[in-house]
Nanobody, 121 residues
Framework: QVQLVESGGGLVQAGGSLRLSCAAS????????MRWHRQAPGKQRELVAI???????NYADSVKGRFTISTDNAKRTGYLQMNSLKPEDTAVYYC???????????????WGQGTQVTVSS
């Protein structure tokens, strides 16, 4: 069983910063990719950022230059550093990871429970 637990959300003023964390635990051999998604009220969930185990990253156009995704493999934790936050960044942020439980197994996808980020104007 694999669990992902997000933390670090909260209320911040526009222009401020937050760092979200996603801690993975359980029967983990490796994490092949980690993503951050967000869902604002009344809107579809959208992919914000992705990082692969090779270190390759990609970002939604709306957050490029402001958000940075990273991982600490030793801690099995992913991060989303969010700077220059805007009210339109307000959403529930979810982490999502592709996890192998053995060397030969295919990766399975897991989701965290989400953390609320609210940016006031």
């Amino acid at each position: 069983q694999v669990q992902l637990v997000e933390s670090g959300g909260g209320l911040v003023q526009a222009g401020g910063s937050l760092r979200l964390s996603c801690a993975a635990s359980g029967s983990i051999f490796s994490i092949t990719a980690m993503r951050w998604h967000r869902q604002a009220p009344g809107k579809q969930r959208e992919l914000v950022a992705i990082i692969t185990n090779s270190g390759s990253t990609n970002y939604a156009d709306s957050v490029k230059g402001r958000f940075t995704i990273s991982t600490d493999n030793a801690k099995r934790t992913g991060y989303l550093q969010m700077n220059s936050l805007k009210p339109e960044d307000t959403a529930v942020y979810y982490c999502n990871a592709d996890v192998k439980i053995t060397r030969l197994s295919r990766p399975n996808e897991y989701w965290g429970q989400g953390t609320q980020v609210t940016v006031s104007s």
